[in-house]
């Protein structure tokens, strides 16, 4: 069930959002967003299920969610030329956490370039998906499951909303929240979204590893440039780093 009046009551924006297609259940809200862009939606379509059965995470791997629990959704963005894709993955962590702080007053933070982490542990992920100027933008946020919900896989490196606050939070105004940011944040240059995003990193300055050419390298985390690569540090020697996961 998705509450519209709830959401549309809390939702401020123009564009995102304002049309919205609900799944009861569906594969993936992102591949749901590329089969409604083949039948022509408007720009700033958002897809939301209330279960993924096949759930896409990044590099590959599957994204497990819980039927009711958590907030699965995608954007449909239609011929962007206004923000490149790296920055756009950088803008929608940071459209998630500035969202979820408009609820509930929690330490949740970045880890580049798009997982939302608290207590240490993940909240969320971005998936950005792109075919020419069309972009789809799908969400994934942990946020009325309890531990034992979790797939015995993620049990340990997972935490939602609820299991830090100790109450359920409505999926229909965190999802309004997070698209007013969305939007506020798609009109801001490349500079000021990268500025805020240093805000909330949580490991400037931190030893970090990453894989390098088939190797796990150490380095340490120092900064993004404007292009949203990593900036690194080894042995005193600046390295960009442009995908893949970090660990801490
Ligand atoms: C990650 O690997 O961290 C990104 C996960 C993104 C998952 C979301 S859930 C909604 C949307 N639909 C999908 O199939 N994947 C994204």
């Not at 569906?26 to 089969?35: E, G, L, V």
């Not at 500025?195 to 120092?222: P, R, V």
């Amino acid at each position: 069930m998705f509450d519209y009046e709830l959401f549309q009551n809390q939702l401020k924006t123009n564009f995102i959002g304002q049309n919205i297609k609900y799944f009861e259940s569906t594969d993936s809200t992102n591949k749901q967003a590329w089969n409604l862009i083949n039948l022509k939606i408007d720009n700033g379509t958002v897809i939301i299920a209330s279960e993924q059965t096949e759930g896409r995470g990044r590099r590959g791997n599957k994204w497990f969610s819980l039927n009711n629990k958590s907030l699965t959704f995608s954007i449909a963005l239609l011929k962007n030329t206004q923000i490149k894709r790296s920055v756009l993955a950088l803008m929608t962590g940071l459209a998630v956490i500035k969202g979820i702080k408009k609820m509930i007053d929690i330490p949740c933070y970045l880890k580049w370039p798009n997982d939302i982490i608290l207590n240490s542990k993940k909240l969320g992920g971005v998936l950005i998906e792109t075919k020419g100027h069309n972009v789809v933008i799908g969400v994934g946020i942990n946020v009325n499951e309890d531990y034992n919900d979790f797939n015995p896989e993620i049990k340990n490196q997972s935490i939602s909303l609820k299991m830090n606050e100790k109450k359920s939070t409505e999926i229909e105004l965190l999802l309004a929240h997070i698209l007013n940011q969305f939007e506020l944040l798609y009109k801001k240059n490349n500079d000021k979204i990268i500025k805020e995003w240093l805000e909330y990193c949580f490991h400037i300055n931190k030893e970090i590893q990453f894989h390098n050419h088939g190797k796990i390298t150490k380095a340490i985390f120092k900064s993004i440039n404007n292009d949203g690569c990593g900036i690194v540090n080894i042995d005193n020697k600046e390295i960009l780093i442009s995908s893949g996961v970090i660990e801490l």
